[in-house]
Each structure stands twice: as C-alpha cells, then as structure tokens.
C-alpha cells in the first residue's frame, strides 16, 4: 500500500516538474515564467520528497528529508518574490498583450 | 523500485537538459536567473533519487540539504546584486 502511494506521490511531483518546465520554456515574460516556476516547482518537489518518505519509512533519513521539505517551502518562494521584487527595481517592463492600452 | 528510482532521475535530468535553453538563450539576466534557480531546484531531487538508486540515503540526503540552502543564498544574493547594479539600492 506505501509502495503505491510513493510511486503516485512521485510520479504526480515529476508531472508537476514538466508542467514547470513547459512554463519557463513557452511563457512570453520574465514575470510569467517566474508565475510558473515559483508554484509548479516548489509544489513538485513537496510532492517528490513526500513520496521518497512513503518510501523510507519512519527512520532519521525520512526527518532529514522533511527538514529539506521545510526549507523549501520557506526558502523558494521567498527567492521567487525576491527575484521580482529585484526585477522590478531594475524597471523591467511587464509584457503586454499587443493592441492593449499601456 | 531502484529501476523506477532510475527512470525518474533521468526524466528529471532531461527536464534539466530543457530549462537549459532558458539559461543559455533566455534575453537578459532576469530569466538566466530564473533558469538557474529551476535547475538549482531539479537538482536537489535528483541528489535525493541518486541516494536511494545506490543505498546510501545518510550520505546524499545531507548533501541535497546543503544544496537547498547554498540555492536558496545565491539566488537571493544574485538578485541584490543586481538591483544594486541599477542604482536603486
């Protein structure tokens, strides 16, 4: 029954990793790749890191794996607000559709 | 299971393989940085997978920790550089 959900849990986190990863390649703009990578990464690697502890079972490596968990949850969308907090700074234009009033 | 372990981590490679076109093409320093901290991200997955493929999760489990934060650092300290580069402080 584990050995299922972890192999769900990690197939779903590499689906959400492509979905990010089509994001950053096809999106027209520095701020909506940012929209795509900042949520379809951070949720791909929960979702693979839980897996990887259905897995493991309850031993030290399954806590250290939980700690990554929780540094990614706090670290990545921090560096994803910080990123275009900088962009904005440095008065890069967001895209516009074409024919819309600036 | 080490098999499936095996293909994911190369799926996850090729996606590596993919976001490198927005770091090695991608206008401006902005999304080579987005690209980067992607890449930083898959990495840290594939350090975790490379540990469970060889039976050795105690040694690469703290490794991919460190990545995590050493990622985390650089990506904040590029962005603070880079803004101070325009002037604004």
């Known amino acids: ?102 | 299971m080490g098999d499936f372990f095996l293909a994911i981590a190369v799926i996850i490679g090729i996606l590596v393989i993919l976001s490198l076109y927005r770091v090695v093409y991608g206008p401006g320093v902005w999304n080579r940085l987005a690209g980067v901290n992607i890449i930083g991200t898959k990495t840290i997955v594939i350090l975790a997978l490379v540990g469970f493929i060889f039976d050795r999760v105690d040694m690469f489990v703290d490794i991919a920790l460190i990545y995590a934060m050493l990622n985390f650092v650089v990506v904040l300290i590029i962005a603070r550089y880079y803004t101070k580069e325009e002037g604004e402080g």
């Open chain 1, 1 to 102: 029954m584990a050995f299922f959900l972890a192999i769900i849990l990690i197939s779903l986190g590499t689906a959400l990793f492509f979905v990010g990863t089509v994001g950053l390649l096809r999106l027209p703009d520095f701020y909506t790749r940012l929209h795509a990578i900042g949520k379809c990464d951070t949720l791909g690697l929960i979702l693979l890191m839980l897996g990887l502890m259905v897995y493991e079972g309850f031993s030290l490596n399954a806590v250290k794996l939980l700690m990554i968990v929780v540094l990614i949850m706090i670290a990545n969308p921090t560096a994803t607000h910080a990123l275009a907090r900088a962009a904005i700074k440095a008065k890069l234009q967001p895209w516009q559709k074409e024919g819309s009033v600036q």
